[in-house]
């Protein structure tokens, strides 16, 4: 979609500040979407992952887990053009997906909300795929039918439904209980 082709009083990606995770994260005030307005088409080559989503499958080593943490977890993912901002766990990492660490994740990690880091973001063959620098591991998401698939690196590897889109309000989503998972 052209510059010109926008709707009136929408924005493109490159008018909107990139988000960063509040100080010691956002705890239970979910925040506003951030490219909400954004009409601009998602580039070549980027598979659509848009939407909020909840874990409902985990599995360590190939093992089902019953009571992991991710289990009934929530992310919202946003994307306009080469940009996709994963919204979960207290965390923002807003992204452009050009494999750059300049335009890349840099904010903390959700693990203690205060340790920096550095990702790169790229989409190759339909995946969303993270490089965290330093670390040996990618971080990568895909969909498969209507679920969205989420590889942790190879520490564990989750299966998510959608659950509402990105524009939807926090608070109305809740998640489901185990009876309602697949």
């Known amino acids: 979609m052209s510059e010109q082709s926008i709707a009136p009083n929408a924005h493109s990606v490159d008018s909107i ?6 100080e010691g994260g956002y705890k239970d005030d979910f925040p506003a979407a951030i490219l909400s307005g954004c009409t601009t088409d998602l580039i070549a080559g980027a598979p659509d992952l848009r939407g909020f989503w909840e874990a409902f499958e985990v599995s360590v080593q190939g ?19 080469d940009r996709i901002v994963i919204t979960s766990g ?5 992204m452009r997906c ?11 990690m959700a693990a203690d909300f205060k340790t ?5 973001a790229t989409y190759e063959d339909g995946v969303h795929i993270l490089r965290p ?3 040996p591991i990618e ?10 698939v989420w590889d942790y690196g190879g520490v564990f ?7 509402g889109s990105p524009g939807d309000v926090p608070s109305a989503i809740k998640p489901t209980g185990k009876e309602d998972r697949k």
């Open 133 to 135: 620098a330093g670390m």
């Open 139 to 148: 971080v990568r998401r895909w969909r498969e039918g209507s679920d969205l």
């Open 116 to 120: 920096p880091i550095t990702v790169k």
């Open 17 to 22: 500040p990139v988000a960063k995770t509040p």
């Open 157 to 163: 590897y989750a299966r998510l439904k959608q659950v």
């Open 63 to 81: 093992v089902p887990q019953t009571d992991h943490g991710i289990l009934g977890s929530i992310q919202r993912i946003e994307q306009s053009e």
């Open 98 to 108: 050009d494999g750059t660490e300049e335009n890349g994740v840099n904010d903390v």
């Open 90 to 94: 207290g965390v923002i990492h807003d």
